[in-house]
């Protein structure tokens, strides 16, 4: 059981990427996923998620309207699409995995960076 985080990079304010989570070992659709980050010298913080109960996303206020998250069940993947990135975007990205009747997630992914330059 495996999560694999990946597209994270070195962007200039304003641009865009798109962060990938691919699942081995198990259905993505079958979790609610989670996005979370995690700044230098910050604790980590919930970005987004998406739910099993009709696809339902939620976000922090501070990405609200410029990220979006999706799955795509076909290719077990989740995607985060952070769009009018800002400086403070920068922090390492993990997404992760859980039942969705729960409070914890039970897998994670090990992580992408994002750096985003003024």
């Known amino acids: 059981v495996q999560l694999q985080a990946s597209g994270g990079g070195l962007v200039q304010a304003g641009g865009s990427l798109r962060l990938s989570c691919a699942a081995s070992g198990f259905t993505l659709r079958d979790y609610a996923i989670g996005w979370f980050r995690q700044a230098p010298g910050k604790e980590r913080e919930g970005v987004s998620c998406i739910s099993t109960v009709d696809e339902r996303s939620y976000y922090a206020d501070s990405v609200k309207g410029r990220f979006t998250i999706s799955r795509d069940s076909a290719k077990n993947t989740v995607y985060l699409q952070m769009d009018n990135l800002k400086v403070e975007d920068t922090a390492i990205y993990y997404c992760?995995?859980?039942?969705?009747?729960?409070?914890?997630?039970?897998?994670w992914g090990q992580g992408t960076l994002v750096t985003v330059s003024s």
């Open positions: 992760a995995a859980r039942f969705e009747l729960q409070t914890e997630y039970n897998y």
